[in-house]
């Protein structure tokens, strides 16, 4: 059975910082594409950071550039959001992605909140 199960988020102050996780199993982690993704009330969903299969080249959307780290460890099938200097509009659900080409599929998390406020 596949599962991505997120965590890390929560309340935190602008200018702080929060780590994300996505734990995935029943799946070949490594040779899937790994994707964060947010949503806000009202918005759409918005392709947040991506990191390759295998090799694990990057992508950022330019809101977070600089900011925003995404990593994974092949070993624990796992995939991080390292937020740091975070904004009121980073304000939102935030999900796990993973999509496989090869395998046909796409799986989503049930997402985390994060809620950017003083």
């Known amino acids: 059975q596949v599962q991505l199960v997120e965590s890390g988020g929560g309340l935190v102050q602008p200018g702080g910082s929060l780590r994300l996780s996505c734990v995935a199993s029943g799946f070949t982690f490594s040779s899937y594409t790994m994707k964060w993704y947010r949503q806000a009330p009202g918005k759409e969903r918005e392709l947040v950071a991506a990191i390759g299969s295998y090799g694990g080249g990057t992508n950022y959307a330019d809101s977070v550039k600089g900011r925003f780290t995404i990593s994974k460890d092949n070993a624990k099938n796992t995939v991080y959001l390292q937020m740091n200097t975070l904004k009121p509009e980073d304000t939102a659900a935030y999900y796990c992605?993973?999509?496989?080409?090869?395998?046909?599929?796409?799986?989503w998390g049930q997402g985390t909140q994060v809620t950017v406020s003083s």
């Open positions: 992605n993973a999509a496989s080409s090869y395998y046909r599929r796409t799986y």
